[in-house]
């Protein structure tokens, strides 16, 4: 039986937005309701709403030690989704982090990867991502050298990611993924190829690219902010407060 996870690397220290009393993933940004009671929503629980309605069937949020406040929070589940938490022992980057949840993950399971500092829109984005690909979902972005920029060419087909970098040659940057599990180990592999050296994704999917992979990036993304700042948290309360205010016209 194959499943549908859902990888959430949560075990960086959030140095860009401290002091905090608790983990930057639980930072409030809007808010939701529990029926008529109106709750302050931690960012992360964007991410994992747009992960469900993708029909993910599994959820594995990857943790450092000290993040205990993210276990207490979610609990097991997530809108009856099952969660469990895979330990990241010790900062060594975003890659490092993500593999820490290969032992839960089967080659023929999907997975869908988002960062839980993120606000983006459309909230049904994963579902543009086919099963059986890797592909990426991308966001046009006013500075993509903040970001990974993605180039892709007239099909859609990933050539670089530039990671970073000044000057990039695209504005479309990713702010999700979608893979199966043999995309995963592969990656897995080939980062252990490389001595483990990759510490961002894009680096690594270059190296993947450059094997004859092939990695697609869908430009279906309208909005994108990063909440790890104070820059960052001022633009998603206002890019919630335009899709609040779009939803009530529409309805």
């Known amino acids: 039986m194959s ?6 690397p949560a075990a960086g220290l959030g140095t860009r937005i401290q002091p905090l009393a608790f983990s930057k993933e639980l930072l409030p940004v809007g808010t939701r309701f529990e029926g008529t009671v109106e709750r302050p929503r931690a960012v992360s629980e964007y991410l994992l709403e747009r992960m469900v309605a993708a029909g993910v069937n599994r959820i594995c949020f990857v943790i450092s030690p000290d993040k205990t406040d993210i276990v207490t929070y979610f609990g097991g589940k997530f809108e009856d989704v099952p969660i469990c938490y895979a330990v990241q022992q010790n900062p060594n980057g975003l890659c490092d982090a993500l593999f820490s949840a290969l032992p839960f993950v089967a080659l023929d399971d999907q997975l869908h990867v988002g960062l839980p500092d993120t606000v983006w829109f459309p909230p049904e984005g994963f579902c543009f991502l086919a099963d059986g690909e890797f592909s990426f979902l991308l966001f046009p972005v006013a500075d993509p050298e903040l970001f990974d920029a993605v180039v892709t060419d007239a099909r859609g087909r990933v050539e670089q990611i530039q990671v970073k970098q000044q000057n990039a ?29 990759d510490e961002y994704i894009g680096t690594l999917v270059n190296a993947y690219l450059a094997q004859g992979a092939e990695v697609y990036g ?27 205010a779009l939803h009530e016209l529409a309805g």
């Open 218 to 244: 869908v430009k279906r993304g309208d909005a994108y902010v990063d909440v790890g700042t104070l820059h960052g948290y001022r633009e998603a309360v206002k890019v919630l407060s335009r899709q609040s």
């Open 3 to 8: 499943f549908r996870w859902g990888i959430i």
């Open 169 to 197: 040659a695209s504005e479309w940057v990713w702010g999700a993924f979608k893979l199966t599990g043999r995309h995963f180990r592969a990656l897995y592999d080939l980062w252990n190829e490389r001595r483990r050296s």
